[in-house]
């Protein structure tokens, strides 16, 4: 059995989808509970963020949260505004990715190629939402805004789509909007994303393009 055999046989057991459905729900119920009860003060931005990486990756993205985005972290470090800042590119480019996918090859049932062209405008239209919005809030003009965010957030949307559209296609392209396996293709896929654009976030902050967000531990000192 090819791989790709082996993990289409894996995204359509319900035994594996009930089992990971319960393990989202539990993580998504952990962060809540956390953020309220010890992180109340976050900003709503970023409160966004860690629901929907956690939406989208379960644990994983529940890991990234405690690792790098709580207040009580013992340090801040350049791994942890990695996964801060992948992270928020994440939770904005996968939902333009959902959106973008579900329009395309599932309701309009267009071909590949449009379908990968739909998705790519969608991620980065709202990868790009999440940087330019804020910036806009802050005082920050349309123009100033929009350089920033095409500067900062496009090696990351790029190299997260490329993986992550390049995999849903792999694996469920053929699949329709009703089947099981469009669903978990795409949720799956998403993961790859993140995993793979981890790195070039690092690279990055490390390099000054990106910020890698607010340093959570500044919240506790300021308490």
């Given at each position: 059995?090819?791989?790709?055999?082996?993990?289409?046989?894996?995204?359509?057991?319900?035994?594996?989808?009930?089992?990971?459905?319960?393990?989202?729900?539990?993580?998504?119920?952990?962060?809540?509970?956390?953020?309220?009860?010890?992180?109340?003060?976050?900003?709503?931005?970023?409160?966004?963020?860690?629901?929907?990486?956690?939406?989208?990756?379960?644990?994983?993205?529940?890991?990234?949260?405690?690792?790098s985005g709580r207040a009580q972290i013992s340090?801040?470090?350049?791994?942890?505004?990695?996964?801060?800042?992948?992270?928020?590119?994440?939770?904005?480019?996968?939902?333009?990715?959902?959106?973008?996918?579900?329009?395309?090859?599932?309701?309009?049932?267009?071909?590949?190629?449009?379908?990968?062209?739909?998705?790519?405008?969608?991620?980065?239209?709202?990868?790009?939402?999440?940087?330019?919005?804020?910036?806009?809030?802050?005082?920050?003009?349309?123009?100033?805004?929009?350089?920033?965010?095409?500067?900062?957030?496009?090696?990351?949307?790029?190299?997260?789509?490329?993986?992550?559209?390049?995999?849903?296609?792999?694996?469920?392209?053929?699949?329709?909007?009703?089947?099981?396996?469009?669903?978990?293709?795409?949720?799956?896929?998403?993961?790859?994303?993140?995993?793979?654009?981890?790195?070039?976030?690092?690279?990055?902050?490390?390099?000054?393009?990106?910020?890698?967000?607010?340093?959570?531990?500044?919240?506790?000192?300021?308490?």
């Open positions: 059995m090819s791989l790709e055999s082996s993990l289409q046989s894996v995204l359509t057991n319900p035994t594996y989808l009930s089992v990971w459905v319960a393990i989202v729900a539990a993580s998504l119920a952990v962060l809540v509970w956390d953020v309220r009860s010890n992180n109340d003060e976050m900003a709503p931005l970023m409160k966004f963020v860690w629901g929907l990486t956690v939406l989208y990756s379960g644990p994983l993205g529940l890991g990234m949260y405690w690792y340090h801040d470090s350049l791994w942890r505004k990695g996964s801060r800042s992948v992270a928020h590119c994440y939770s904005g480019c996968g939902a333009g990715e959902v959106i973008g996918v579900t329009l395309a090859a599932g309701l309009l049932a267009l071909g590949t190629s449009l379908v990968i062209v739909v998705t790519f405008t969608f991620a980065y239209a709202m990868g790009y939402a999440l940087t330019v919005g804020p910036l806009m809030q802050e005082g920050v003009g349309f123009g100033e805004a929009a350089k920033d965010a095409l500067l900062t957030e496009t090696p990351s949307i790029t190299l997260m789509e490329i993986a992550a559209i390049g995999t849903d296609v792999w694996l469920a392209g053929e699949a329709h909007i009703g089947e099981v396996l469009f669903w978990s293709g795409l949720v799956f896929s998403l993961t790859i994303g993140l995993l793979v654009a981890y790195p070039i976030n690092v690279y990055l902050v490390h390099r000054g393009v990106k910020g890698g967000m607010q340093d959570p531990t500044e919240r506790r000192q300021a308490a």
